[in-house]
């Protein structure tokens, strides 16, 4: 999602709160900003908010978690650590943006924002998605977080937007349970790749990819020479995906190579 839409989805509710007086100063150029230095909250923050509004998230991140350090009791304490939640997000420091949202939580749990905060966590996931090639632990992670926010606020434009996002998010693992079955099909390992292909079937039934896995399962089961599973794969692929290429290569691989059965069928 692009960053435009997290904020305003999100930190314009926090933004709406972050004080009617913004009348303090705004944040200055010098690279010590960052530095320690003894500043009232309110400059304090606003100095964050300054930076974040040029585009300088880092700077303005630290600068948020400053305002948690010098004033840590202070109401715009908690406003702060979701501030530096967004920021890091931005700048694609995601490990220390779900770090920054995890201990929001852990402070204000049953605070407004803790819906925000969540899919902050989640969208951090997200964004990291690799490529099928590649480990899917972060995808799993990102199933996760998902999940908890629609668990969690089922009524909310996070879930919605949750929803939308799980659905890529299930179509990702099950592509990568694809890509493993076929490498295991093409080595000859019929029973490892029909594992993977019902995996898709049973799992992620509702994916792009499961007219292909009925097709794999078909394909796979004709070669441990069972045609009788083959043609109960190719019945369910027929009856759920009539219309698809994968049907039809089904159905051509059954007459060529289980006609009786097919026939029976």
């Not at 923050?45 to 600068?63: I, P, Q, W």
């Not at 009539?242 to 049907?247: A, F, T, V």
Request: hydrophobic content about 40%; proline content about 3%; overall charge neutral.
């Amino acid at each position: 999602m692009r960053h435009s839409k997290i904020l305003s989805v999100g930190l314009l509710a926090v933004s709406a709160l972050a004080l009617s007086a913004c009348a303090g100063r705004g944040g200055g150029t010098n690279e010590r900003e960052t530095q320690y230095v003894a500043r009232d909250v309110e400059t304090l923050y606003n100095s964050a908010k300054a930076r974040m509004d040029r585009g300088d998230l880092t700077v303005a991140a630290a600068l948020f978690d400053e305002v948690e350090r010098q004033h840590p009791y202070s109401p715009w304490a908690r406003r702060a650590q979701l501030m530096s939640a967004f920021a890091y997000y931005a700048s694609r420091n995601y490990n220390q943006s779900i770090q920054s949202a995890t201990r929001f939580i852990s402070i204000h749990p049953g605070n407004r924002d803790a819906p925000y905060a969540y899919y902050l966590i989640a969208m951090c996931y997200y964004e990291q998605i690799s490529d099928v090639t590649r480990d899917q632990a972060i995808t799993l992670q990102a199933q996760r977080a998902m999940n908890e926010i629609i668990r969690r606020y089922p009524r909310s434009e996070y879930a919605a937007d949750a929803r939308i996002k799980l659905d890529l998010v299930n179509d990702h693992l099950a592509g990568k349970e694809m890509e493993i079955g076929r490498f295991y099909e093409r080595s000859g390992h019929w029973l490892a790749a029909q594992y993977r292909f019902r995996e898709v079937v049973e799992t992620y039934q509702t994916t792009s990819h499961t007219p292909e896995a009925l097709y794999r399962l078909t394909e796979t089961s004709l070669a441990l020479g069972l045609p009788v599973e083959a043609q109960r794969y190719a019945a369910v692929l027929g009856a759920n995906y009539p219309g698809s290429e994968w049907y039809q290569k089904a159905f051509d691989l059954m007459q060529e190579h289980a006609p009786a059965v097919a026939t029976a069928g």
